[in-house]
């Protein structure tokens, strides 16, 4: 259902997604103040640093976003590209992210002209 349809069959929309977008910002607070309990400690550069910035949005790219297990698959997608870059590539891992990254949105461009080349 769309919001258009939704709002044909009488549904507050707006109401709606602000309280789903509330509930959801109240779980994830909830979520990191007891990850915190379990740290003890804060270090601003490894919280609001690019890597811990940039991993949600490579999970959803990587994943895509138009299937729901998409950010679950884009999770385990790169958090194995991680592994294998720190067991491999060491300091180059932030350059490998943004390279997968750029391919992640070229992702249908590239596809289009590898099987366009494959089946004419």
Avoid: D, H
């Avoid at 602000?18 to 309990?37: Q, S």
């Avoid at 490579?58 to 592994?83: S, Y």
């Avoid at 249908?108 to 080349?117: A, I, N, P, W």
């Amino acid at each position: 259902m769309n919001e258009a349809q939704a709002k044909a069959v009488g549904v507050a929309v707006r109401f709606t997604m602000e309280k789903v977008y509330g509930f959801c910002a109240f779980l994830l607070g909830m979520a990191g103040g007891l990850f915190m309990i379990g740290e003890g400690y804060l270090i601003p550069s490894t919280v609001f640093g690019l890597q811990v910035s940039l991993l949600p949005v490579a999970m959803a790219m990587v994943g895509g976003l138009r299937n729901p297990l998409g950010p679950l698959l884009g999770t385990a997608v790169v958090f194995g590209f991680q592994e294998l870059v720190w067991a491999y590539a060491g300091g180059m891992e932030q350059t490998l992210l943004g390279i997968l990254l750029i391919l992640a949105g070229k992702r249908e461009t590239l596809f289009r002209s590898v099987c366009g080349k494959m089946f004419s």
